[in-house]
């Protein structure tokens, strides 16, 4: 079945970097566009960036365009996140999530890892 | 960037009640409109997807609707499990964009 595992989260103090991985297993990864998305407490959903399948291709949110990057290893079939100068702005719940072809909507969810922005 | 309005952004039903809950794109989305329902501290699921096709193993009770700006989802007789958060999701374009949710709560 698909699976979609992140890690990496934790309190991190203002200005520090992170990175975040989602392992992916029980579908061909290398084929598959994949998203983060996060969810600051008690708010709604926000869609972070996105990577295709290749990665030769990525896209931001603006609120986030400069700070985050996102790859991939299709080898090791996980998919990265790094996070520079950290914000308090930035605590949230993490999730990866694939996108489906055609109408690209995100089928499959991660159960999240928490980062927290304090010092 | 294309910005995605729900409405309500509350609603209080009881169980059996038909609701229908609104989602509206600040310019032309085709069908690129996608459901989700999300309980506290769970993973969103989607419902869904291209506005009116149901996700596999989703309870036909749920149907979509809506193109170009103007979208709904429908719950035809809420049940007990129905009550959550609702987010609407629009795909047509980077950055995708997320409506802010509606809260369905038992009256």
């Known amino acids: 079945q698909v699976q979609l595992v992140e890690s990496g989260g934790g309190v991190v103090q203002p200005g520090r970097s992170l990175t975040l991985s989602c392992a992916a297993s029980g579908f061909t990864f290398s084929t598959y566009d994949i998203h983060w998305v996060r969810q600051a407490p008690g708010k709604g959903l926000e869609w972070v960036a996105v990577i295709s399948y290749e990665g030769s291709q990525k896209y931001y949110a603006d609120s986030v365009k400069g700070r985050f990057t996102i790859s991939r290893d299709n080898s090791k079939n996980t998919l990265y996140l790094q996070i520079h100068r950290l914000r308090p702005e930035d605590t949230a719940v993490y999730y990866c999530a694939r996108g489906q072809a055609g109408y690209e909507y995100l089928d499959y969810w991660g159960q999240g890892t928490l980062v927290t922005v304090s010092s | 960037d294309i910005q995605m309005t729900q409405s309500p952004s509350s609603l209080s039903a009881s169980v059996g009640d038909r609701v229908t809950l609104t989602c509206r794109a600040s310019q032309s989305i085709t069908t690129y409109l996608n459901w989700y329902q999300q309980k506290p501290g769970k993973t969103p699921k989607l419902l869904i997807y291209?506005?009116?096709s149901l996700q596999s193993g989703v309870p036909s009770r749920f149907s979509g609707g809506g193109s170009g700006t103007d979208f709904t989802l429908t719950i035809s007789s809420l049940q007990p499990d129905d009550f959550a958060t609702y987010f609407c999701?629009?795909?047509?374009?980077?950055?995708?964009?997320f409506g802010q949710g509606t809260k369905l709560e038992i009256k």
């Open positions: 999701l629009q795909s047509y374009s980077y950055p995708y964009t």
């Open positions: 291209a506005a009116s």
